[in-house]
């Protein structure tokens, strides 16, 4: 049974941190690239964060780029979001997904349908 499960989120206060966790089980994880997208009420799931299959400094949307830092980790099939200097406009479910290329390394990864797994989503609330 394939699975994402997403934890790690809840309330924090804007300037505060926040790390989740997203870990994989019943698929294949090391060879493809890892993303977080996010989901606030009435808007659009939009593209946060990626990493590439064997690591690296990730892709971040420009409004992630600078307080949040995506890292994963192979042996444990656990991929991270850590997120500093949280701000109201954060706040959102956030979904973490496995992209579908295998060893892709073009440096695309903004495209929700490029991933064919996803998580559940965790809730990220951040108080102003």
């Known amino acids: 049974q394939v699975q994402l499960v997403e934890s790690g989120g809840g309330l924090v206060q804007a300037g505060g941190s926040m790390r989740l966790s997203c870990a994989a089980s019943?698929?294949?994880?090391?060879?493809?690239?890892m993303g977080w997208f996010r989901q606030a009420p009435g808007k659009e799931r939009e593209f946060v964060a990626a990493i590439g299959w064997s690591g690296g400094s990730g892709y971040y949307a420009d409004s992630a780029k600078g307080r949040f830092t995506i890292s994963r980790d192979n042996t444990k099939n656990t991929v991270y979001l850590q997120m500093n200097s949280l701000k109201s406009e954060d706040t959102a479910v956030y979904y973490c997904a496995r992209d579908n290329r295998r060893l892709y390394g073009g440096g695309w990864y903004q495209s929700a349908s490029s991933y064919g797994y996803w998580g559940q989503g965790t809730q990220v609330t951040v108080s102003s």
């Open positions: 019943g698929l294949t994880f090391g060879f493809y690239a």
